[in-house]
């Protein structure tokens, strides 16, 4: 069974930084693109970022709501997704879900989220 | 990076089929077959529904069908039921390789 298990929410004030992770099990992490998508509260689903399964540079892409604030990575030894988020903003406020991608930028399952709070 | 247009809300009564419209352009729905929807109900996470336009993943109800003509994609679901009433979102590839999202369809069953 495909289970993707996020962690790292919280209460963080304007300007500070978050580290979220998102542990896979029960598929081979290491042979799918994974994302992550949040969703502000009482909002739509919005795309935040895509790596492809080596996470070199090159394959990794940003929206441009996040581009120089967030870095996604992974660590396909530990089954293992991360989001680090610095300079964050009250609008980056919501629940933050990993996917595993099916193919070509198309998440098919989706971890139970993880609440990101930025108030000062 | 812009958000594909849906429909705000959507109802029918039980037994009833209904549509939800994603419109897209020739950058994104219009140029992938790589479209999909997905249910999400009240404080759970989204669901994939269909992919690749018309395709449903194992378990889903064949209640539920995806098409697109042109920039625009379609999610019908027949014979609907009470548990229908949920969030649904389309989701597409883009020529500039990021993910959009639809705006997000409101489905009451009456």
């Known amino acids: 069974e495909v289970q993707l298990v996020e962690s790292g929410g919280g209460l963080v004030q304007p300007g500070g930084s978050l580290r979220l992770s998102c542990e896979a099990s029960?598929?081979?992490?290491?042979?799918?693109?994974m994302h992550w998508v949040r969703q502000a509260p009482g909002k739509g689903l919005e795309w935040v970022s895509r790596?492809?399964?080596?996470?070199?540079?090159?394959?990794?892409i940003y929206a441009d709501s996040v581009k120089g604030r967030f870095t996604i990575s992974r660590d396909n030894a530990k089954n293992t997704l991360y989001l680090q988020m610095d300079s964050l903003r009250a609008e980056d406020t919501a629940v933050y879900y990993c996917?595993?991608?099916?193919?070509?930028?198309?998440?098919?399952?989706w971890g139970q989220g993880t609440l990101v709070v930025v108030s000062s | 990076q812009s958000a594909l247009t849906q429909p705000a809300s959507v109802s029918g009564s039980p037994g009833q089929s209904i549509t939800i419209s994603c419109s897209g352009s020739?950058?994104?729905?219009?140029?992938?077959?790589?479209v999909a929807w997905y249910q999400q109900h009240p404080g759970k996470a989204p669901k994939l529904m269909i992919y690749?336009?018309?395709d449903r993943p194992s378990g889903v109800s064949n209640r539920f069908s995806g098409s697109k003509s042109g920039n625009t994609a379609s999610l019908t679901i027949s014979g609907l039921q009470a548990e229908d009433e949920a969030d649904y979102y389309c989701?597409?590839?883009?020529?500039?390789?990021?993910?959009?999202f639809g705006s997000g369809t409101k489905v009451t069953v009456l």
């Open positions: 996917a595993r991608d099916l193919h070509w930028n198309l998440p098919d399952y």
């Open positions: 029960g598929f081979l992490f290491s042979s799918h693109w």
């Open positions: 790596i492809d399964t080596d996470g070199t540079l090159s394959t990794i």
């Open positions: 020739s950058s994104d729905v219009g140029a992938y077959k790589y």
């Open positions: 690749d336009v018309s």
């Open positions: 989701s597409s590839f883009t020529s500039s390789h990021t993910l959009a």
